[in-house]
Nanobody, 120 residues
Framework: VQLQASGGGLVQAGGSLRLSCVAS????????MGWYRQTPGKRRDLVAQ???????TYEDSVKGRFAISRNNAKNTVYLQMNSLKPEDTAVYYC???????????????WGQGTQVTVSS
């Protein structure tokens, strides 16, 4: 599975950005896709995730501001980010998960990061 992310940039507080991630390769094996973010010296944390069934999960601080969606025909997942805050500044990474239910192993695939900077 290969992931190509795009859409980051510089925006003022209160503004909006939309991140896109196109998946290619063994797409049928993907069980969920999502977005993580990371700041220097910190771990990479989940921001939002959407399963094949359409179930979504959000990190508490982005609930009501961010929305994750997917277009299966385009093999693309989106993260619409509204009401951005300076603390949303981070490198955002697209993620895809494949679950091996036989061996109980989770496989994670990562796209290249895209920088989101929110100025105050």
């Amino acid at each position: 599975v290969q992931l190509q992310a795009s859409g980051g940039g510089l925006v003022q507080a209160g503004g909006s950005l939309r991140l896109s991630c196109v998946a290619s390769g063994s797409i049928s094996e993907i069980d969920a896709m999502g977005w993580y973010r990371q700041t220097p010296g910190k771990r990479r944390d989940l921001v939002a995730q959407i399963t094949n069934g359409g179930a979504t999960t959000y990190e508490d601080s982005v609930k009501g501001r961010f929305a994750i969606s997917r277009n299966n025909a385009k093999n693309t997942v989106y993260l619409q980010m509204n009401s951005l805050k300076p603390e949303d500044t981070a490198v955002y990474y697209c993620n895809a998960v494949r679950l091996d239910l036989v061996r109980i192993i989770r496989h994670d695939y990562w796209g290249q990061g895209t920088q989101v900077t929110v100025s105050s």
